[in-house]
């Protein structure tokens, strides 16, 4: 059983390891959320078909990907600012917001173009203020990024919008009816990929508007891209488009609100180059995802990402498993950096206190001893003064290590007692 300083010493050992066990965590933070959710576009859009992709690959690590439909990026963006909406991922085009407007979200980068296509029924020309006069021309629901690109264009181009019939319709909803022949034209941002931009292509009824000074508008909102559609690529056979067509394009950016978990920061980057670094129409192979800061600061993870790559243990351990072991090998800070000085330190201190508490009795038996060199001494006070000592010496718990010094002085102890006895003789 240990004494009262060993207890003492081993008690402040474990508040100082705890202490810094706790301030570890809370500087390390909690571990990562099961559930987060991300916010993508309308029903049937690309925004939607990529953000299932994303589900199904975080899927794989153990975490539920909940996607909540919006109108385009404007909502996507007004979600992740509102920090009661628990929605920590989007997805968002260029152009439509700054740090200023979103202070507490970044970026993991640029993941694809989004070209502003124009489709139109017959001989309806893009750059032709007078042919949009009294015509149906869907521009996209509020809320979405459509219809802030769209509505700069009519403005710079000086097109009078109060004599065009704008429409609010979502890409499939407005595909459809310029199909159908219920509306002249739609204007949508979205990717190549998107099921609707290569149907309308390929429809001999639809036409797809050039636009002839895209180094302009890109010189005006540098936020955008100019991209060449080449002929024929919509289908071969019909060789649609007739013509090489030039288009402008903002790039979609991946943007989370700055708390979310460095971790989960790290999946989604992963899953951000499985699902977009192939080469595609607009893009050669490993373009993206790219470190562009184009509205948005870039998040330093997503820095470290880009440079270095996911961090070791999450390249080589199942996603779970690696976070335990990374949270496992940051608590070895405190036991490292408090523990072993203070373990190292603690015989020390301990053969210190004990040492000095033997001295203590020495320096009581030094007493008897000078007061025995005295022509006149009390026999009687001194033989008790020993027996006293010699019981102090008894009761004191010491280690095996100090025992040697214990038997000393009770050895002193009693040579001290055999010189009163002689002198009493």
């Known amino acids: 059983m240990l004494d009262r300083p060993a207890r003492l010493f081993w008690l402040l050992t474990t508040g100082a390891i705890l202490a810094a066990i706790v301030v570890t965590i809370r500087w390390v933070g909690p571990l990562p959320p099961r559930v987060i959710l991300m916010t993508t576009g309308p029903a049937g859009s690309n925004y939607e078909a990529v953000g299932r992709r994303y589900q199904e690959i975080l899927k794989r690590s153990g975490v539920s990907l909940k996607l909540v439909p919006s109108a385009g990026g404007v909502e996507n ?3 992740l600012n509102d920090p009661h909406s628990g929605v920590s991922v989007g997805l968002a085009q260029g152009g439509l917001t700054d740090e200023k407007q979103s202070p507490e979200l970044e970026s993991l980068g640029t993941i694809f173009y989004e070209p502003l296509w124009f489709f139109y029924r017959g001989l309806l020309a893009a750059n032709r203020a007078d042919n949009f006069l009294r015509k149906k021309v869907s521009i996209g629901p ?30 499939a909803d407005a595909a459809a009816a310029l199909m159908r022949g219920e509306i002249d034209g739609a204007a949508m941002v979205t990717a190549w990929d998107s099921d609707v931009v290569k149907r309308l292509l390929a429809s001999p009824e639809i036409n797809i508007a050039s636009f002839p000074r895209a180094d302009a508008y890109v010189a ?4 955008l891209s100019k991209l060449v559609l080449p002929a024929g690529v919509g289908s071969l056979a019909n060789n649609r488009p007739p013509t090489d067509v030039n288009l402008v394009a903002p790039k979609a950016s991946l943007i989370v609100r700055g708390n979310l978990h460095p971790a989960i920061q790290y999946l989604l980057l992963e899953a951000a180059a499985e699902i977009h670094s192939a080469p595609r129409l607009f893009q050669k192979s490993g373009q993206f995802p790219a470190a562009e800061q184009i509205d948005l600061p870039l998040s330093r993870h997503a820095h470290q990402f880009y440079k270095s790559g996911a961090p070791f243990l999450q390249r080589y351990l199942p996603f779970w498993l690696a976070v335990l072991a990374s949270e496992l090998l940051v608590l070895l800070i405190p036991v490292l950096g408090v523990a072993y000085p203070l373990l190292r330190l603690l015989p020390a201190l301990y053969g210190w206190v004990v040492r000095r508490r033997i001295a203590r009795l020495y320096g009581e038996l030094k007493i008897v001893e000078l007061e025995l060199e005295s022509p006149r001494y009390d026999r009687s006070r001194l033989s008790d003064q020993l027996e006293q000592l010699d019981k102090r010496a008894g009761h004191l718990r ?21 010189r009163l006895a002689a002198g009493a003789g």
């Open 220 to 223: 005006l909102f540098p936020y």
């Open 398 to 418: 010491v280690p095996n290590a100090f025992a040697n010094l214990l038997y000393q002085l009770r050895s002193h102890i009693g040579l001290v007692r055999s």
């Open 142 to 171: 509020e809320g979405g990024g459509t219809r802030v690109l769209a509505s700069q264009f009519l403005t710079l181009n000086a097109i009078d919008t109060q004599s065009m019939d704008l429409l609010a319709m979502p890409p």
């Open 77 to 79: 963006l007004r979600l």
